[in-house]
């Protein structure tokens, strides 16, 4: 077995495969974590922390100190067969239900599974069963160096070995995706549709072709004209790592569409997910710039795909958010067993700053499906 050792430790090193491929979020964010002046801005008047919210509500999640150890609660390391080897992925089970057990795919690509830690505020005193994983290439799970298993059909097989490995079966299984987890949830349930007992997709277009459109055509122009005129010249420039551009993009983009929040009270667990992300997979399937995709998943479109969905699903939209709300409910209203939550004051990490009324429509679905309501 070809075996790639995590990366331990709250602000780790990034390995040569990793810096080739840098991110400017992830620079901006590993100055937050390390309390430089550049994360110190108010954010715009739209970014106050909406009541929801508990910034400093930080879940304890060391698992004694090593949450990566097979050792730890609920760890399971799990090997995954490739084209080029067999490599391990991580991931933590939390609780148990026999009707009820939850996949969570993470964002990215070659994000992390620390956005979801708020799910622990939630989902447990309802009695949900969930998996934390971190994909190939994620965090705790191998990092191979090889740009080749980087394709949406590979993740797909990743997703049923895990799925295989956990035990979960048509009678208990959901599988939760958000932003590109949910792009490789909607994939599965099209590969695997005899698997699933229920399907979420969380702030995630069908289509990357629309959702440039409307980063294009809607967002960037909410955008101050000033500001925009500058980040267009960087971005013509492909000069996405001036540090004027990092700024710009934070004051102007991130607090608004991405979360909500000033950038120096975002919770730990979302800082923690994009300095420990795995940019070169990031970039090279999204593209470096948050304007729009421009990697692999360029011309990804499963529009015309959404009525052969079969399980039930729930999709996942927000106001603020980086993707079209609308677009969202409509694909709730193209798949056949489809039901739209909308979270009117969130954004794209709208389990952070819209969690009350985020988790409440995710319950409910979860639980309507189990007891056959839905």
């Not at 715009?44 to 930080?58: F, H, I, K, M, Q």
């Not at 958010?321 to 939550?341: F, K, S, V």
Request: aromatic share 10%; proline share 7%; with cysteine.
């Amino acid at each position: 077995m070809h075996r790639v050792q995590p990366r331990i430790g709250s602000i780790p090193e990034a390995p040569p495969f990793v810096r080739r491929g840098s991110r400017v979020f992830a620079t901006v964010l590993l100055s937050c974590c390390l309390g430089l002046a550049a994360c110190g801005g108010d954010g715009g008047a739209e970014s106050s922390s909406p009541a929801s919210v508990e910034p400093e509500a930080d879940l304890d999640l060391s698992v004694e100190m090593d949450p990566s150890s097979e050792d730890a609660p609920g760890v399971r390391r799990i090997p995954i067969a490739t084209p080029k080897g067999e490599f391990e992925v991580w991931t933590r089970q939390v609780g148990e239900h026999p009707t009820i057990k939850v996949l969570l795919l993470h964002g990215g690509p070659g994000m992390t599974h620390e956005a979801f830690e708020n799910f622990d505020h939630f989902l447990p005193q309802e009695g949900i069963e969930y998996y934390y994983y971190d994909q190939l290439g994620s965090h705790f799970s191998d990092q191979p160096d090889d740009d080749s298993l980087w394709q949406i059909d590979r993740f797909v097989d990743e997703v049923e070995q895990v799925r295989t490995a956990l035990g979960l079966t048509k009678n208990n299984f959901y599988l939760y995706g958000q932003s590109w987890g949910a792009l490789l949830a909607l994939e599965y349930a099209l590969a695997h549709p005899d698997q699933l007992k229920g399907l979420v997709l969380s702030n995630m277009m069908a289509s990357i072709p629309a959702y440039n459109r409307y980063a294009d055509e809607v967002l960037a122009k909410g955008l101050d004209p000033d500001a925009l005129a500058k980040i267009r010249a960087f971005e013509a420039a492909e000069d996405f790592e001036n540090p004027s551009y990092h700024e710009l993009v934070q004051e102007h983009f991130y607090t608004r569409h991405l979360l909500r929040m000033p950038l120096a009270e975002w919770p730990d667990a979302v800082t923690r997910t994009l300095v420990n992300a795995n940019l070169g997979v990031y970039v090279l399937m999204q593209g470096p710039s948050e304007f729009g995709a421009s990697g692999r998943l360029e011309f990804w479109d499963r529009t015309e795909d959404l009525p052969s969905v079969q399980p039930p699903t729930l999709v996942i939209g927000a106001a603020h958010d980086t993707m079209d709300p609308e677009h969202l409910r409509w694909m709730a209203e193209q798949i056949p067993n489809g039901r739209y939550h909308h979270c009117p004051d969130g954004s794209h990490l709208a389990n952070w700053d819209d969690s009350e009324v985020y988790f409440e429509g995710l319950i409910a679905f979860l639980k309507d499906v189990d007891a056959g309501r839905f």
